[in-house]
């Protein structure tokens, strides 16, 4: 028999173990499901069948203008109208107008039509075909394309469904304004009376489960048939609440935005891939393309055979329980359970009588809560900032060497928050800290629900059974308290757990992702203040035990952080001719040189503006003098120019007499623009007072070259612009040497430029 010393030690382990087995369930729960082979039934959507798309797409980069691009066009058009589609390319310039700028380019989209037995509306899948310059864009969006051409195939192959199948492959989308989308929902305004659903897919990485995180509004009924449709739904009200507060946009949003009612599914995971040379089709997990593919398959067969449009019906809270099992209810069952649930509780709980409760103590206990989220915060921010001083620099996104030493940094704000937890029990006593910071939370639910009731859950049901353990185990005796409270806290590991590491990829590697996993910590804690301090067991002994597995981790962490030829850094370089002056520069828009960009860039100081060489802008960059290669620049001719009741209208014709294909305008900040477009497509502009330059852009421009209008209030004094056009590649001068392995083009990287001013 154990005699009783020994006892606390190993409850506190199999304590611990429970705990770490259940945070492990609940991840693993979250990963996507196994690859069915391209042998399995002709009706059922297999990732190994779809993949065999993706080389024809990934060959090289294909952005928009592209001869790449057009390649990868006619592939696909090819592959719809084998599949039966009437397929046809539509043409037209994609305008979008946001803040200061203005995006436009001739875009090709790609539509395809497959009739359904008895229409209602239609449900249209939605990706676009064009990749940034970067990468070959397995993930962003060859994935999308493969899975619609496999769900189709899929489709085809069983009974046929009774509404209409659209197909819209857009162009554009990587061009910084959704180009292509933009333009079909412009060029087809009966769109809301034709579609009923659609559908779109995304990836900002190359692995991960396909989540849905975006809907329409008023999405009460689209999503209970979503949760009936869907063989693994993956999907968070919380995320979609999120969503909609963010600057982050998608084909989905101008589509959204026409008035249909749709689904937006991507997946995250390994960020080091998006938009870099690293996005191809060896690093593409295939089971993120399964994921994708029975999620939409079920979908699609599942609203192509019912009544469309669903009705619109409030929005309703919804969440992920265990892996793929999909929990909804109405928001006013939110309510009612969060304003219930900490009254029944208080009552029940000072009916009882703990011995020691007290209200002042009680409330110092409620206040605590709010320390323990600066302790493990803080705990965190310092692991990290001692842990990049140590590393010099972290690799991007969710890498491995990222996952250890965030998990280091957690493991210590875990520990700083044990060993006040239980400095704040001896003073407080264990029910009145209890109590105290069960109250803070619930108050928190309150808010959650007031501000953002969509993720209401993530407080709520943790809530509600943390407060059923503290009063049900009250009557009972060791160890079947301990157990009790255990079993009590697992709603909160299912839930709490992968919504931190979904915040970790979502927000990559930064303080508010570290900030945000902190609360969340703060918060389980709090949930279950006597299990912990139980699992705590002797501070003399597990604390130096988390100590020494956090520092470990985030040893580990740095040691598999520098950049190599797996994990290559990202840096800018642009070679940039100024007609003008007849002179060139090198210009990176990084913070620091590294040990390429610095054989060109030299021992110069340090960041300065140079507008003659970016087009008029005054940001801060490293540039140094190089070779000048003859580049001629954009032509601009002007086409009109005339005053009317003091408003000037100034259109100009602007081609390249290089081969360029993307044009740059830039305008002054103080110019109060009112009015500006490419290709006759004019928009009113806003004329706030900030003093930002206005930026124009062209896309895709044909060889004649695209018109540009602008209307101002008439000077008197000549406008100055800034007019550059873009060609991918750097010339080969010495002592330019190939990129090497551990380093990639970032965004916008690896280009010439040549630029001029003019005055007009």
Known sequence: MLQRPLLAPITSALLWLGVLLVAGLSLYGTRPPAVVAASAPSNVFSAARAMAYLPQITKQPHPIGSDAAVRVREYLVEQLRGLGGDVHVEQGIGSV???????????????????????????????????????PGAGDDGAGLIVILETIRALRAGPP??????????????????????????????????????VNLEARGSSGPGLMFETSNDSGALIREFGRAAPYPMATSLMAAIYKLLPNDTDFTPLKAAGLTGLNFAFLETYQSYHTRLDTLENLDPRSVQHLGVNLLGVTRHFGNLALPLPKKPDLVYFNWFGSQLLIYPAWFAWITALLAPILFGFAWVRSMPGGLSIGRTIAGFA????????????????????????????????PSNQLVFAGAMGIALGLALASQRLLRRKLGLPNLAGGQLFAVSLLTLAVCWFL?????????????????????????EPARSICQFVCLIPALLILVPLAYMLFVGLLFTYLSLAAV??????LLALAVPLFDRIAGSLKLSLPILLLVSVSLMALGIYLSPHNARHPRRDTLIYSVNADGNKAKWVSYDTARDSWTAAVLGSAPGKQAAPAYTVGRARAVLANDETLVQLSPSSETTTQDTTTDGMRTLKLQVASTRGARS?????????????????????????NSQNIPWTLRFYNAPTEGTSLELRFPAQNHPLRIWVADTTPGLPAIAPLSPRPDDTIPGYGSDVTIVTSAHEL
Do not use: C
């Open 97 to 135: 107008h946001y803040g200061r700028n203005v995006h436009a380019g001739l875009v090709n989209n790609i539509v395809a039509a497959f009739p359904g037995q008895s229409n209602s509306r239609a449900i249209m899948l939605v990706a676009h075909y064009d990749s940034v310059a970067e990468g």
């Open 161 to 198: 469904i009774r509404n209409d199948l659209v197909v819209l492959f857009s162009d554009g989308e990587e061009a910084r304004g959704l180009l292509g989308a933009q333009e079909f929902a412009a060029d087809h305004p009966d769109l809301k009376e034709r579609v009923g659903l659609m």
């Open 368 to 399: 605590s809560f709010f320390l323990q989220v600066a302790i493990t915060t803080g705990g965190s921010f310092a692991a990290f900032a001692i842990t990049n001083m140590i590393a010099g620099e972290f690799l991007d996104g969710d890498t």
């Open 453 to 477: 009731v969509g993720g209401s859950y993530v407080l709520q049901w943790p809530l509600v059974f943390a407060m059923a353990a503290l009063l049900l185990s009250r009557r009972l005796i």
């Open 518 to 523: 902190a609360f969340l910590l703060a918060v």
């Open 663 to 687: 044009f740059v305008v830039r305008l002054p900040g103080d110019l109060k623009l009112a009015a500006a477009g490419w290709n006759e497509k004019v928009e009113a502009m806003s004329s």
